[in-house]
T-cell receptor
Framework: NAGVTQTPKFRVLKTGQSMTLLCAQD?????MYWYRQDPGMGLRLIHY???????AKGEVPDGYNVSRLKKQNFLLGLESAAPSQTSVYFC??????????FGSGTRLTVV | AQSVTQLDSHVSVSEGTPVLLRCNYS??????LFWYVQHPNKGLQLLLK??????LVKGINGFEAEFKKSETSFHLTKPSAHMSDAAEYFC??????????????FGSGTQLTVLP
């Protein structure tokens, strides 16, 4: 099935641990995004990519790094997790402003 | 700059009654606008989009929205609510096509509860 796949779906981390979230899309989209969703705040953009090998900072990039080594994959890394990074993380991809597809999310808890 | 404001954080309706979810926008130009729905533990699904072709936009599952420039509004409506409509709804503006900014502007969301 065409779409955006995120792994893992759930994760619990201890403060200071690191992890990588994987996003994969099979629609040949150029643009990919990582958002975090917190109660009452909608979705906020962490980082995005406009093509293979490119990345850029969004609204809330601190504490996160990303890589886009292959067009279909966009990785989000947390080098040293903090409780403030407890959130639901969504990956999205698009071919234009009118064509965003979202993944089903990763629920991350940092204790 | 642009912003999107959803006027209600929670809306409750009875099954079979009309739904109205309100969204106002602020932009220095005539924007495109979307409505997305998010069911529990799911990603966001596009309901409908306005791209200046027609002010009344019909979407999936019987939803529609009307773009009113004079009121800077893009309210989402449905004539008759169904239990499966219970979800969170987001009014969203796409990125301004200038520079390298690619950020969607999200409203804070409206949680719709449908009562039996």
């Amino acid at each position: 099935n065409a779409g955006v796949t995120q792994t893992p779906k759930f994760r619990v981390l201890k403060t200071g641990q690191s992890m990588t979230l994987l996003c994969a899309q099979d629609m040949n989209h150029e643009y990919m995004y990582w958002y975090r969703q917190d109660p009452g705040m909608g979705l906020r953009l962490i980082h995005y990519s406009v093509g293979e090998g490119t990345t850029a900072k969004g609204e809330v990039p601190d504490g996160y790094n990303v890589s886009r080594l292959k067009k279909q994959n966009f990785l989000l890394g947390l080098e040293s997790a903090a409780p403030s990074q407890t959130s639901v993380y969504f990956c999205a991809s698009s071919y234009s402003e009118a064509g965003y597809t979202f993944g089903s999310g990763t629920r991350l808890t940092v204790v | 700059a642009q912003s999107v404001t959803q006027l209600d954080s929670h809306v409750s309706v009875s099954e079979g009654t009309p739904v109205l979810l309100r969204c106002n926008y602020s932009s220095s130009y005539s924007p495109s606008l979307f409505w997305y729905v998010q069911h529990p533990n799911k990603g966001l699904q596009l309901l409908l989009k306005y791209t200046s072709a027609a002010t009344l936009v019909k979407g999936i599952n019987g939803f529609e929205a009307e773009f009113k420039k004079s009121e800077t509004s893009f309210h989402l409506t449905k004539p008759s609510a169904h239990m499966s409509d219970a979800a969170e709804y987001f009014c969203v503006a796409p990125p301004i096509s200038s520079g390298s900014a690619r950020q969607l502007t999200f409203g804070s969301g409206t949680q719709l509860t449908v009562l039996p």
